[in-house]
């Protein structure tokens, strides 16, 4: 059994913007209202407890802590320091990654200081140009947080800490959101794909669309960035883009979204409940939910519930056509909530199919053009063709999946 390396922590569970996608609060789930507002220090202290235990029983030896929420930064500094001397006072022979995703709106000179001293690395939440990022991340009067984000990403580089994370929004042109982050000057930022699945799909794509061919407007979208930012001398790093040329040129790696690793994340809620990642929560009201808390349970109990077993195995465990798919080893069957329908739960390909066979196509045949015969051969790469791979996967699948896993997938089915 492989390890949970990644616990995000909820320190906050209600936030001060109210983004339209946000799938904590507008999609799908309202449960959050039943939980308290913050995290408390006992509830730490206990699941740094839990934690020692674990990490010694697993022989584990590193553990990344991700602060969240809501907005984490809601939590205040004093927690933060708290919490970071309980961390290393109780847990033994680990060491630790500090983390925090926020939206930046609350980010000053004093908190990066904070940040810098306690050694948590900073992530901001931005969705590209003002017009754009101000239609979707609002405060709660509707006015947009733009200008905030851009001062404290620049007031981050101060620091050498921000980062940057947008979700892909086709409204905007692929060359002006690459130059907006360009402008912004950060060393690094990641692009996700939209939460969604077949029974609420994100705004571009249309039901009867989905995964059919030529219809790939996110994997164009990333090809158009792709191409413009492997010409670029100065170029930032994009993590799935490294992520996936990676995966292409054979390496393990890969995370929620692609590749064949176990999913070694979890979340605690600011009420010690333990969960499956929260973004699968877009898939209905309480999917996450289960019995187990920190207070009253281990943190190897997480491996008894049977989300959090197909979440954490999710790139092992998918349906047939997944397992006849030439990109298989790349793309994994994408992240597991993009899977998510009424009627099969989560024994589908990902909504993102067809854009990933065109995007991983597309990067392939670039690294293979690039390269001289001998080393492709060495490789074992070759060309690929996404109109030929889409043929190929309508033909009947010859592997299948085992029953026991097709009966776990469709489990989460709403349609008995
Ligand atoms: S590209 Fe489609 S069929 Fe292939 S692994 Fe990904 S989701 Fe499955």
């Given at each position: 059994m492989e390890n949970i390396v990644s616990f995000v922590l909820?320190?906050?569970?209600?936030?001060?913007l109210n983004c339209s996608y946000c799938y904590m609060y507008n999609l799908g789930d309202k449960t959050y209202l039943s939980q308290p507002k913050f995290m408390s220090m006992e509830t730490i202290t206990v699941f740094a407890q839990k934690l020692h235990t674990y990490c010694q029983e697993k022989k584990a030896r590193y553990v990344q802590i991700v602060f969240h929420g809501g907005e984490p930064m809601l939590w205040g500094k004093e927690n933060y320091k708290q919490a970071i001397e309980i961390f290393t006072t109780i847990v033994k022979d680990v060491d630790f990654g500090f983390a925090m995703q926020t939206n930046g709106v609350s980010l000053t000179h004093d908190w990066y200081k904070l940040f810098k001293e306690l050694n948590i690395r900073v992530g901001i939440s931005m969705d590209g140009p003002k017009e754009h990022h101000d239609r979707y991340r609002?405060?709660?009067?509707?006015?947009?947080?733009y200008e905030k984000v851009v001062k404290a990403i620049e007031l981050g580089k101060q620091y050498g800490m921000s980062n940057i994370l947008s979700v892909v929004n086709l409204n905007i042109s692929p060359s002006e959101f690459y130059q907006e982050v360009k402008n912004l000057g950060v060393p690094s930022f990641n692009l996700l794909l939209p939460d969604g699945h077949y029974d609420n799909l994100p705004d571009s794509f249309e039901k009867l669309k989905v995964n059919t061919l030529h219809h790939t407007p996110y994997a164009d979208w990333l090809i158009e960035i792709f191409e413009i930012w492997k010409t670029d001398s100065d170029r930032p790093m994009i993590r799935f883009f490294r992520t996936l040329i990676e995966l292409i040129m054979g390496e393990q790696t890969g995370d929620q979204m692609v590749g064949r690793l176990t999913n070694g994340v979890a979340v605690l809620e600011t009420n010690g409940a333990l969960e499956v990642s929260?973004?699968?929560?877009?898939?209905?009201?309480?999917?996450?939910?289960?019995?187990?808390n920190i207070h009253t349970h281990s943190i190897d109990d997480l491996y008894n519930d049977p989300l959090f077993e197909v979440f954490f195995h999710s790139h092992n465990m998918v349906n047939d056509t997944c397992l006849t798919c030439p990109i298989y080893d790349i793309c994994g069957g994408g992240f597991l909530g993009n899977r998510y329908s009424n009627e099969e739960g989560f024994d589908n390909p990902t909504i993102y199919c067809h854009d990933m066979i065109k995007l991983v196509s597309h990067i392939q045949n670039d690294i293979v053009n690039s390269l001289p015969d001998e080393v492709c051969a060495s490789l074992d790469a070759s060309e690929a063709h996404y109109e030929e791979i889409v043929e190929e996967l309508k033909e009947i699948s010859l592997i299948k999946a085992h029953d026991e896993i097709k009966n776990k997938l469709k489990s989460f089915s709403l349609v008995c």
């Open positions: 909820k320190v906050a569970s209600r936030c001060n609002v405060f709660h009067n509707g006015k947009g947080s929260d973004s699968i929560r877009a898939c209905y009201e309480g999917i996450t939910r289960n019995d187990l």
